[in-house]
């Protein structure tokens, strides 16, 4: 195999999503080394950018080198101590993982389980942070990719803030595509990464730590058991000691600066409207068409990811291997419980276009004919 002989696809998965050429082209720049004063000035330039779209003041907001589930465990590895009792909702695969992750750091794991497809209730979570008042987090996924499913976290984050407990909030998903505000929902610990709504290829998680996370860390009684993901050794790198930790992915970062700029140049609230507008009308035309939502009720549906059972409950995975194989379109099957029960389209960063859209219909429109023909 060569791989200037790939067949380019149409990424309409739960991610990767497609990388804009401009994007690609910035890639491609000469490798620096990590300590390179200009690289230095990218990093810090991509940490700022970060800021602004978490919306977050924090310090501590930098990519993790590694993709979502890096962040996820950065997040986790340093907060938690064994013993600690860590609250998670579970109602999807990614809650599910929180909880395993957070299983095998030695905290004792009291989980929220909800229906998959509904987000979890607001008042249940802030009753269980209620009987659990010495729980040192409470983690939620903010756009579950696994069901469509967006979960409301303001409640949460304004019961957590009159506590000692910190907010840790999954926005993998969200960043980039949904309204997610750090500092003003009151979240301790945000993470992301770069292959969903921002079109970046995978590799990078952002992420961010709120002074009071920050402090957590620092007053640990057993240090964070990962080397790798310890925030007060990568701080040592990130801040004006400039201390080598561990080699940046240098091109990766030019791709998330390069992204930063598509971003500011679109603006954050037109790069919302666009998820928005673009996911409401393929919900729109796959309801026309007999596919069901999985996900509900209506204003809890993600734009950016569409979970829907395909017409007349028929089987999803040949119409989905012919939509890769006849018309270079990936979509992405069901996880868990749905697991052979339903699509996830993901209609995320560059990929959230009419053109997207036109051309999945079409596709879809001529293999539902070509089977009606048969
Ligand atoms: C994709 C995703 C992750 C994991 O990210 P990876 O890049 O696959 O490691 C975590 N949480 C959510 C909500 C996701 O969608």
Redesign the pocket.
């Known amino acids: 195999m060569d791989v200037a002989s790939l067949t380019p696809r149409l990424l309409l998965g739960?991610?990767p999503s497609p990388v804009s050429d401009r994007i690609l082209r910035a890639m491609s720049r000469p490798t620096l080394g990590h300590l390179d004063p200009q690289f230095l000035a990218i990093l810090d330039e991509v940490n700022e950018g970060l800021r602004e779209l978490f919306g977050t003041r924090n310090r501590t907001t930098f990519p993790v080198s590694g993709?979502?589930?890096?962040g996820?465990e950065a997040a986790l590895v340093n907060l938690l101590e064994p013993g600690d009792k860590a609250i998670v909702g579970v109602k999807g695969v990614?809650g599910t993982?929180l909880a395993e992750m957070s299983r095998r750091m030695g905290a004792e794991v009291i989980t929220v389980e909800g229906e998959w497809g509904r987000p979890l209730d607001p008042d249940l979570l802030v009753a269980t942070h209620r009987e659990h008042p010495d729980a040192r987090l409470l983690a939620l996924?903010h756009?579950?990719?696994s069901t469509g499913v967006r979960q409301p976290l303001d409640r949460v984050g304004a019961h957590l803030q009159e506590s000692g407990t910190l907010f840790v909030v999954?926005a993998?998903?969200s960043l980039a595509g949904i309204p997610i505000e750090v500092d003003a929902v009151g979240i301790d610990v945000c993470y992301a990464?770069t292959?969903?709504c921002l079109g970046v290829p995978?590799g990078l998680?952002p992420i961010t730590f709120s002074p009071r996370a920050v402090e957590r860390v620092r007053s640990r009684t057993v240090p964070v058991a990962s080397w790798y993901l310890d925030i007060t050794l990568i701080a040592g790198y990130l801040g004006s000691e400039r201390r080598y930790h561990h080699t940046a992915p240098i091109n990766l970062v030019y791709a998330l600066h390069e992204a930063l700029r598509e971003v500011r140049e679109e603006r954050l609230e037109a790069r919302f409207r666009r998820h928005a507008e673009i996911g409401a009308r393929l919900q729109a035309a796959l309801a026309e068409r007999g596919f069901r939502p999985y996900a509900g009720p209506e204003n809890a549906r993600l734009p950016q990811l569409t979970a829907v059972h395909l017409p007349h409950d028929r089987a999803e995975g040949p119409l989905r291997s012919a939509l890769l194989e006849e018309h270079g379109i990936e979509v992405g099957g069901g996880l868990g419980p749905a697991q052979g029960k339903i699509w996830r389209i993901g209609l995320m960063g560059d990929g959230a276009r009419q053109s997207s859209v036109d051309r999945l219909l079409g596709a879809i429109d001529n293999l539902l004919r070509e089977e009606e023909a048969a």
């Open positions: 739960p991610g993709t979502g589930s890096a996820m990614f993982r996924v756009a579950e990719t999954d993998v998903t990464g292959q969903k995978p998680a």
